[in-house]
Antibody
Framework: QVQLVQSGAEVKKPGASVKISCKAS????????IIWVRQAPGQGLEWMGLINVNDGNTNYAQKVQGRVTMTTDTSTSTAYMELGSLTSDDTAVYYC???????????WGQGTLVTVSS | DIVMTQSPDSLAVSLGERATINCKSS????????????LAWYQQKPGQPPKLLISWASTRESGVPDRFSGSGSGTDFTLAISSLQAEDVAVYYC?????????FGQGTKVEIK
């Protein structure tokens, strides 16, 4: 069965970086996109960007452009999202999501809580 | 960016009654190649990741109860729950996957009256 298993919760200081992993299983990793979505406490869903696992092309939301890097390791079927220059506004649950080509997000990771606090 | 606006922000419906959530996009979302609307609905329960209910505006995902239905085209879309059950209490989000960034609506909280 399809699974996306994310790394554990992180606590970071302002100005630091965080790197979250997302290990995929149960499907052909390179046939799908990986999307990253975040959700601040009590708030809605915010699309951060995507990576085409097949060719490594990325598309980032303007809000995080310049601070975010999405990568994949096809040898281990793992996706990574690194976010730098953290502020308290980056405190959120971060989800990795599978997206079939030209379709909706069908499988979500369990989420990773990132807390930014001094 | 395409702005997705849901209404209402919250609603309370009696068990067994119908719940309707609207989603309006700031631009028409329609793939001319297949004449389908790239619009999805997700359900999120507390402490859980969102779950895909409906894709292409009206295609129910496997395993989703048939009391959930999606409709609409162009800029106006609707999610209906025909007979609300206790397990349907959740926040529902629409999302367009027509263009990047793939924007979400702000969410609609559904509760039991």
């Amino acid at each position: 069965q399809v699974q996306l298993v994310q790394s554990g919760a992180e606590v970071k200081k302002p100005g630091a970086s965080v790197k979250i992993s997302c290990k995929a299983s149960g499907y052909t990793f390179t046939n799908y996109l990986i999307i990253w979505v975040r959700q601040a406490p009590g708030q809605g869903l915010e699309w951060m960007g995507l990576i085409n696992v097949n060719d490594g092309n990325t598309n980032y939301a303007q809000k995080v452009q310049g601070r975010v890097t999405m990568t994949t390791d096809t040898s281990t079927s793992t996706a990574y999202m690194e976010l730098g220059s953290l502020t308290s506004d980056d405190t959120a649950v971060y989800y990795c999501v599978r997206e079939p080509p030209a379709s909706a997000n069908d499988y979500w990771g369990q989420g990773t809580l990132v807390t930014v606090s001094s | 960016d395409i702005v997705m606006t849901q209404s209402p922000d919250s609603l309370a419906v009696s068990l067994g009654e119908r719940a309707t959530i609207n989603c309006k996009s700031s631009l028409s979302v329609l793939y001319s190649s297949n004449n389908k609307n790239p619009l999805a609905w997700y359900q999120q329960k507390p402490g859980q990741p969102p779950k895909l209910l409906i894709s292409w505006a009206s295609t129910r995902e496997s395993g989703v109860p048939d009391r959930f239905s999606g409709s609409g085209s162009g800029t106006d879309f609707t999610l209906a729950i025909s007979s609300l059950q206790a397990e349907d209490v959740a926040v529902y989000y629409c999302q367009q996957y027509y263009s990047n960034p793939r924007t979400f609506g702000q969410g609609t909280k559904v509760e039991i009256k």
